[in-house]
């Protein structure tokens, strides 16, 4: 992914980094009913906490959200 990369933490978890290095979110793996969702999480460094971004079905789509800001 262009710009971004994704770095596996474990087997639902991925960092989203810029190409220099700068955490700017997460990606994680959960398991509903409905089927496997990927969560975005933004890291808010200022505030050092976690926004959660939204759910999405595919991987891409969820990375894609950090592209936005």
């Not at 087997?11 to 997460?26: H, K, M, S």
Request: hydrophobic share 45%; charged share 25%.
């Amino acid at each position: 992914m262009p710009g971004l990369t994704l770095v596996r933490v474990n087997d639902c978890l991925w960092r989203v980094v810029r190409p220099a290095g700068e955490l700017i979110g997460y990606v994680e793996l959960i398991a509903t009913p409905g089927g496997t969702r990927f969560r975005a999480k933004r890291f808010l460094s200022a505030q050092r906490r976690v926004l959660i971004d939204g759910e999405f079905w595919a991987m891409g789509d969820a990375v894609d959200c950090f592209r936005t800001r």
